[in-house]
């Protein structure tokens, strides 16, 4: 089924400061199939294959009750979680809070019924198969065998018969395994924006595995061509029916998509039957691997991620550090531009040197602490702004994010449901909480703060 966006959704992720990677080996293995549909009560798959000229078998066990094993719109839930794991601040024991409304937000679906049930399936899907990999995950420099859920343990709240809605609560625990590979960074960049735009689920999970083969923490520059067997391939991608014309005729409309978005330059099929190969070449909008330098530079500067990641991946790290000095310089001799971001942008794009380097002068340092205590007022005084300028919506998302990692183990999800339910109901205010809760971090009186809430919550 198309996916139907919501009209007032931006592109997949809409947190402040979205962190867009991918987890390497599940993004390279293709552990979710990208297949939209599957033949019902096919519960399970067992596939060999080769990842890095290394030969690797993999399996997967479901249960056929839950729509049987992980594909279609798995692959984008399963992205969302790691992104939402990421901008949790990356929880050592990989387990974080959200919304069922946030997930659906985040993956730019409609926030309907169907897609709340669509969602619970999923979710269970990835919660109850269970895969065996054979010396195919790749950690600590070396090739390891092992066996996990992708969600380790799943909690919700819910509404009339067990339904996800609106106001339902999730708390996930990754597996270990992935949380593991996200803590050391073995990760991959991936255009989350450039796949939310593409029209076909089947051409999103493509170019998931696709970028996956291209992009790899085992080499330095991004592959510009990519030869692979076509029966490995349908082995990579849990195509289910492996004839080779039936392969060709499932990949095809992905392909096309692919193309004519220009993340592939060409698709060439060599060969006959069995022992065809699929030379992919990978286009303009495959882009390179950005310094993770230069990303955080320009987010620092107050970029937003994906305007960051663009900026990095188009130009090199001593780009962007040379430019940056020239702006702060301008700014320093008393430019201020009417959008100091916009500016800012411009001054890293330019090829005409219109914008030259003036002479730096340091300021007087007796002004030093006048100028801090002015830099910290306009700071409160932003966040302030910031807060009023937020929908209530994303108000409460972000009090839950804190009250889940202040609170942790101590709090229930039934328990964060009812702070939502209090703020939406305006009868909490969200920065109130903060504030309350990392106040009473700071005294270590959580308990306290937590025995009053239970107190005032009606019988």
């Known amino acids: 089924m198309a996916r139907r966006r919501s009209q007032d959704t931006p592109p997949l992720l809409d947190l402040k400061e979205p962190r867009q990677f991918d987890e390497a080996n599940v993004a390279r293995l293709g552990l979710i199939s990208i297949q939209e549909r599957i033949p019902e009560g096919y519960a399970s798959w067992e596939e060999e294959f080769e990842v890095l000229g290394k030969p690797v078998k993999l399996a997967c066990y479901a249960n056929p009750n839950v729509g049987g094993v992980p ?27 959200t919304t069922a409304y946030q997930i659906l937000k985040l993956m730019g679906f409609d926030t309907s019924g169907y897609y709340y049930r669509a969602l619970k399936e999923s979710l269970l899907r990835l919660t109850t198969a269970t895969y065996v990999l054979s010396e195919a995950w790749r950690a600590d420099g ?11 343990k799943l909690e919700f709240t819910s509404g009339r018969e067990g339904r996800l809605d609106r106001s339902s609560v999730i708390r996930i625990t990754l597996a270990k395994e992935i949380v593991r590979s996200l803590q050391s960074r073995y990760t991959k960049p991936i255009d989350i924006e450039f796949m939310a735009s593409l029209k076909r689920p089947l051409s999103r999970a493509l170019y998931r595995l696709l970028d996956a083969q291209r992009l790899s923490p085992e080499r330095e520059e991004p592959l510009g061509r990519l030869e692979v067997r076509l029966m490995e391939w349908a082995a990579a991608c849990k195509i289910v029916h492996k004839r080779p014309d039936k392969v060709r005729r499932t990949l095809e409309p992905a392909h096309r998509e692919l193309l004519e978005r220009r993340y592939l330059q060409s698709v060439e099929y060599v060969g006959r039957g069995q022992h065809q190969t699929i030379v992919y070449v990978f286009g303009e909008e495959a882009g390179g691997i950005p310094d993770a330098e230069a990303v955080n530079l ?29 702006y702060r310089a301008i700014l320093e001799a008393g430019y201020r531009p009417k959008n100091r971001l916009g500016f800012l942008v411009d001054v890293i794009r ?33 966040a302030a702004r910031e807060w009023a300028a937020m929908p209530l919506e994303a108000q409460v998302r972000r009090a839950l994010q804190v009250a889940h990692l202040v609170l942790r183990s101590r709090v229930s999800v039934g328990e964060l449901e009812d702070l939502a339910r209090l703020m939406e109901a ?11 809760l990392k106040e009473a971090l700071a005294v270590n009186k959580l308990d306290d703060w937590l025995e009053k809430f239970r107190r005032g919550l009606p019988d």
């Open 298 to 326: 320009l987010v620092a500067e107050g970029l937003s991620f994906t305007s960051a990641y663009s900026l990095a991946r188009r130009y090199p790290l001593a780009h962007i550090r040379e430019r940056l000095d020239r």
């Open 426 to 436: 305006g009868a909490l205010e969200p920065r109130r909480l903060v504030e309350e």
């Open 350 to 382: 330019d090829a005409t040197g219109k914008y030259e380097r003036p002479i730096r002068t340091k300021r007087p340092p007796r002004k030093q602490a006048v100028q801090e205590e002015e830099e910290a007022r306009r700071l409160e005084e932003e």
């Open 71 to 97: 594909h279609g719109l798995d692959n984008e839930v399963s992205l969302a979680l790691i992104a939402l794991y990421l901008n949790a601040g990356s929880p050592p024991d990989g387990t974080f809070t």
């Open 142 to 152: 070396r090739w390891q065998s092992v066996t996990f859920r992708y969600i380790d």
